[in-house]
Antibody
Framework: EVQLVESGGGLVQPGGSLRLSCAAS????????MNWVRQAPGKGLEWVSY????????FYADSVKGRFTISRDNAENSLYLQMNSLRDEDTAVYYC??????????????WGQGTLVTVSS | QSVLTQPPSVSAAPGQKVTISCSGS????????VSWYHQLPGTAPKLLIY???KRPSGIPDRFSGSKSATSATLGITGLQTGDEADYYC???????????FGGGTRLTVL
């Protein structure tokens, strides 16, 4: 069974940092590209970042560029999102989502349950 | 403001058909694939349609997708109360080098 489990969310002050993790199981992680997608309370989906299966191709939303860093450890079947210089507007549930190889980057066939990040003083 | 434009809400009676539109531009929908997701309250989004009109295994053929020029459409037939959810379209934007989503459409089954 495919599982994606996010962790690392919590309450952080503006300007602070957090590192989110996404533990993958039930599939061959290094064959899949991955996305981070977030959803602010009561709002729609907002894509955050993409990383390909080997980690060589990375994209970021303009809203997080220069502050967030996506990475993966294929040996550990894990995806990460290092978030620095956090702002109030980064408050959201953060989801990791699997992207099958050879498909569009918007084809996210499995999602984790999400982890809540709250940026507040 | 979302790059892709969806109606905020649509409604229809059980058993009826509804369509949800998604309007974009040459930099996204016109030249890239479209995906559709639905999301029940408090749960993660679920993939309904990918590559414009393909259904993942387990998605019933009541759900269909189409694309024409800079717009895409999700169709749902035989509406059920369980279809009440938020629906999102998504595409790759070549100019932004980013995944872009619509603002979401809330479906109410009256």
């Amino acid at each position: 069974e495919v599982q994606l489990v996010e962790s690392g969310g919590g309450l952080v002050q503006p300007g602070g940092s957090l590192r989110l993790s996404c533990a993958a199981s039930g599939f061959t992680f290094n064959n899949y590209n991955m996305n981070w997608v977030r959803q602010a309370p009561g709002k729609g989906l907002e894509w955050v970042s993409y990383i390909n299966s080997g980690g060589a191709t990375i994209f970021y939303a303009d809203s997080v560029k220069g502050r967030f860093t996506i990475s993966r450890d294929n040996a550990e079947n894990s995806l990460y999102l290092q978030m620095n210089s956090l702002r109030d507007e980064d408050t959201a549930v953060y989801y990791c989502a699997r992207v099958p190889g050879m498909t569009s980057r918007t084809t996210m066939d499995y999602w984790g349950q999400g982890t809540l990040v709250t940026v507040s003083s | 403001q979302s790059v892709l434009t969806q109606p905020p809400s649509v409604s229809a009676a059980p058993g009826q058909k509804v369509t949800i539109s998604c309007s974009g531009s040459n930099s996204n929908i016109a030249n890239n694939y479209v995906s559709w997701y639905h999301q029940l309250p408090g749960t993660a989004p679920k993939l309904l349609i990918y590559e414009n009109n393909k259904r993942p295994s387990g998605i019933p053929d009541r759900f269909s997708g189409s694309k024409s020029a800079t717009s895409a459409t999700l169709g749902i037939t035989g509406l059920q109360t369980g279809d009440e959810a938020d629906y999102y379209c998504g595409s790759w934007d070549t100019s932004l080098t980013a995944v872009v989503f619509g603002g979401g459409t809330r479906l109410t089954v009256l």
